[in-house]
């Protein structure tokens, strides 16, 4: 049965932040009785050695002393030895959960062994039991950690869950009333493997299994950030790897120059174009094109997944010229260059063809760029309804 009680409203509102204040850090300092101190400073009064009550003005001394206390205890809170557990369990419970998606997504998984005794649906249950007791250990972990940018992750990843709970059912998973999964074996047994497949597709970036591994990428890039709510918070993100957009707009430079192009005088004196330099420079190009897609899969910016999509319609649209020069996409989109129709096609035109198709997603790759290593891990918050927000777009807010 699907989950009927939206948890992640409940489970996300401990963890959104909003301005400088964090109702996470108001209970935390009033469960550590700092609030109680304050208020026994205020209102109680304060006797001297003569047994007379001290005047107004020595009381507001005495509760500013305190409040000053209370201020540094909310900036540096105390982390008791449950809470770094919980804070040590979710860190390495977020590879671990990461490494099992990876085998729901990969192809062995879904193939029988080649010794005929192990089957693809022993492999798929034994597979999602993993995922399950995992996924349940970073809930779990989440909900007693201070760690808020991982726990905003696994809040957007519970999200995911229950966008995909529906789908999720289907293979007999079901979503319990505090967030963690409870897996049917029977009904997962009798499920067509091909729909578990689908639904943790690594070739689909929208997939419900690489939205959770991307959320459990941007979760794992926060591992290392100090042990403590506020602090946590006032850590400066972690810098966003090289991706491979920043190389393939260096690539389409250098395609779309003149230099490249020019040619050179051979031992007759003839001359003719450098194809080896100019095949180097198209094969870096197929090569940096196919990482951004890879490093796409671990993005969910908004911004890189439309630039994305315009720069995967503007390739399709070039298909037949790109097919002369030896270049083939594949089922996930990725260019393949055949090197040797590569050298035998007119330069003239390849460099004809590059200036139109490489000016035409320039400013794509670009933006695409732009968003992985400045937005990427731009302040993201979640609504007061409790779905995850990213700036700038409305419209892919529904998305997730």
């Given at each position: 049965m699907v989950m009927s009680y939206n948890y992640f409203n409940s489970f996300s509102g401990l963890f959104g932040n909003s301005g400088s204040t964090n109702w996470y850090s108001d209970w935390s300092s009033i469960r550590n009785g700092s609030y109680k101190k304050l208020m026994k400073s205020y209102y109680s009064n304060v006797v001297d050695s003569s047994g007379s009550s001290t005047t107004a003005s020595a009381r507001r001394a005495s509760s500013g002393n305190i409040l000053d206390k209370i201020l540094e205890e909310k900036k540096y809170p105390k982390v008791s030895e449950q809470v770094q557990e919980a804070n040590s369990n979710l860190t390495s419970g977020i590879s671990s959960?990461?490494?099992?998606?990876?085998?729901?997504?990969?192809?062995?998984?879904?193939?029988?062994?080649?010794?005929?005794?192990?089957?693809?649906?022993?492999?798929?249950?034994?597979?999602?039991?993993?995922?399950?007791?995992?996924?349940?250990?970073v809930v779990s972990s989440a909900k007693k950690s201070t760690l808020t940018r991982q726990t905003s992750h696994v809040a957007a990843m519970m999200k995911a869950s229950e966008t995909n709970a529906g789908k999720l059912s289907d293979i007999g998973v079901t979503i319990n009333r505090d967030g963690t999964l409870q897996l049917n074996e029977s009904k997962l047994k009798a499920a067509d493997l091909s729909k578990?497949?689908?639904?943790?597709?690594?070739?689909?970036?929208?997939?419900?299994?690489?939205?959770?591994?991307?959320?459990?990428?941007?979760?794992?890039?926060?591992?290392?950030?100090?042990q403590s709510a506020q602090k946590d918070d006032e850590t400066k993100e972690d810098e966003v790897e090289y991706t491979g957009a920043s190389g393939l707009k260096t690539d389409i430079e250098k395609l779309t120059s003149e230099s490249l192009f020019e040619k050179i005088k051979d031992e007759d004196g003839s001359e003719k174009y450098d194809i080896d330099k100019i095949l180097e420079a198209a094969k870096s190009f197929a090569g940096n094109y196919n990482r951004m897609l890879d490093d796409a899969k671990s993005s969910f910016n908004s911004g890189v997944m439309s630039n994305l999509t315009q720069i995967r319609g503007k390739t399709a649209q070039y298909k037949n010229t790109l097919e002369q020069f030896g270049f083939s996409i594949d089922g996930s989109g990725k260019l393949k260059l055949d090197e040797d129709?590569?050298?035998?096609?007119?330069?003239?035109?390849?460099?004809?063809?590059?200036?139109?198709?490489?000016?035409?997603?320039?400013?794509?790759?670009?933006?695409?760029?732009?968003?992985?290593?400045?937005?990427?891990?731009?302040?993201?918050?979640?609504?007061?309804?409790?779905?995850?927000?990213?700036?700038?777009?409305?419209?892919?807010?529904?998305?997730?």
């Open positions: 959960l990461k490494s099992s998606v990876s085998t729901l997504q990969s192809e062995k998984t879904y193939t029988d062994s080649e010794d005929g005794k192990t089957t693809a649906a022993d492999k798929v249950v034994s597979a999602m039991k993993d995922y399950v007791s995992k996924y349940n250990d578990v497949q689908e639904l943790f597709s690594s070739d689909n970036v929208m997939s419900y299994g690489s939205t959770v591994k991307s959320r459990l990428g941007f979760a794992g890039a926060s591992s290392n950030t100090v129709t590569f050298k035998k096609a007119d330069m003239s035109e390849v460099q004809k063809f590059f200036k139109n198709y490489g000016s035409s997603i320039a400013t794509n790759v670009s933006l695409v760029n732009y968003y992985m290593t400045t937005q990427a891990n731009a302040s993201n918050s979640y609504t007061p309804n409790g779905s995850y927000y990213v700036p700038g777009n409305s419209a892919f807010d529904a998305a997730i």
